[in-house]
């Protein structure tokens, strides 16, 4: 399997995140994105031997919003992903180059249309499908993922899987998060890019702008 | 006296020519209609024919796609292996636990006929290593990997079950598990 990266994880704790991380450098993942409130957190990653980048979710209900707390969190971290509640505030995510990830929530899953796919090709973003919501197992999540990633992969928008992990119980081994995308109707191909090629592009760009 | 005549005789040939378009004009009208009425006859000829030959091909194709459905049922299912770890809390699971919980996540994706048509099974366990394979056809492969990821808990202990790698024999299935162990 190609080096695999997962752009969401959440531990609770230090301790949770040194378990997570051995796990995730033997499952063959190279590159994670963390939210962490804790600081020990990055470091529990590095030293398991993977390429830590810090990331943070912004909640954007319109795109004025979007654009202040975009502006504050690109100074501070390696990833800027945010979570759009309007259309506005979508294709502003899309498009702006400083944001990297546009992570819609269930409501907002038709929003991953052909104009955002554009947008996301010309900001050079990604949109994510939370795994998480298949654990969860609630019908009106599990739909909302398969909108989203069968829609990123028809209109040929970046799409990178993500498990969004609070604890070691929640992470997904990159053969299984492929798997559980082509079941949810995404073409093999583009599973397989969304786990190892797509995300590691982002990865890359970041590291590079350091 | 002569002007009189010569009107009746002018008259009287104005009518005859008039009496001669009409039965011409007449003449034709009849023909057209023949043609009119053959034309008809012909198209619905055609009509009947062309009827015929959809029903006939509609036949065909329904033998064909009958024909394509037992190929594909009588075709040789092919077994894939998936060979597995398990990272757990306590006591490893037992094989009977193992392969219900695996067997119920799947059902909860693809419902009981989706199980039915994947034949899958827990073809080999080891309760010390916390190692087993999977064995599924090869055209549910994706639905066991899956299903192997979302198992989570069995027996009310939390569980991660960690997909290895796919093989085509049980042998292969094995040494994976060994040299990963």
């Given at each position: 399997m190609r080096a695999a990266v997962d752009l969401c994880l959440r531990p609770r704790s230090a301790s949770e995140a040194s378990s997570m991380a051995v796990l995730l450098e033997k499952m063959g993942y190279r590159a994670v994105g963390v939210e962490a409130g804790e600081p020990g957190v990055y470091k529990a990653f590095t030293e398991a031997g993977l390429e830590v980048l810090r990331r943070i979710t912004v909640k954007a209900r319109s795109a004025s919003e979007a654009v202040k707390a975009v502006r504050r969190a690109r100074q501070q971290y390696d990833l800027v992903a945010v979570e759009p509640h309007d259309a506005e505030a979508a294709r502003f995510a899309a498009r702006?180059?400083?944001?990297?990830i546009v992570s819609l929530p269930p409501a907002m899953?038709?929003?991953?249309?052909r104009s955002e796919a554009y947008l996301l090709r010309l900001g050079g973003g990604l949109v994510e499908a939370r795994l998480s919501w298949l654990l969860a197992g609630q019908p009106r999540r599990v739909r909302a993922l398969m909108v989203i990633a069968r829609r990123a992969a028809a209109y040929d928008a970046p799409l990178a899987a993500v498990?969004?992990?609070?604890?070691?119980?929640?992470l997904w081994h990159p053969m299984a998060a492929r798997a559980a995308l082509a079941l949810l109707g995404v073409p093999e191909n583009t599973a397989l890019a969304a786990v190892t090629a797509v995300p590691l592009s982002l990865v890359v760009k970041r590291l590079e702008g350091r | 006296m002569r002007d009189d005549s010569v009107v009746w005789t002018a008259l009287l040939l104005v009518s005859m020519a008039a009496a001669t378009i009409a039965v011409l004009a007449w003449r034709k009208t009849m023909e057209c209609q023949r043609e009119l009425d053959a034309a008809r006859r012909i198209a619905g000829h055609a009509a009947r024919y062309v009827a015929l030959v959809r029903r006939a091909l509609e036949t065909v194709l329904v033998y064909a796609r009958d024909e394509e459905e037992l190929r594909r049922i009588a075709a040789k299912r092919r077994k894939r292996y998936v060979a597995f770890r398990i990272v757990y809390e306590g006591e490893p699971p037992a094989p009977q636990a193992l392969e219900k919980a695996i067997i119920e996540t799947a059902k909860s994706l693809a419902g009981t006929i989706g199980v039915s048509e994947a034949g899958?099974?827990?073809a080999y366990y080891n309760p010390e290593r916390a190692a087993g394979v999977l064995r599924v056809n090869h055209t549910h492969k994706n639905l066991a990997i899956a299903a192997l990821a979302l198992t989570r808990s069995i027996d009310g202990r939390r569980v991660l079950i960690i997909p290895l790698r796919t093989s085509g024999t049980i042998r292969r299935a094995k040494k994976t598990i060994q040299e990963e162990l």
């Open positions: 702006d180059e400083r944001v990297d899953a038709r929003y991953m249309d498990s969004c992990a609070k604890t070691r119980w929640q | 899958m099974s827990l």
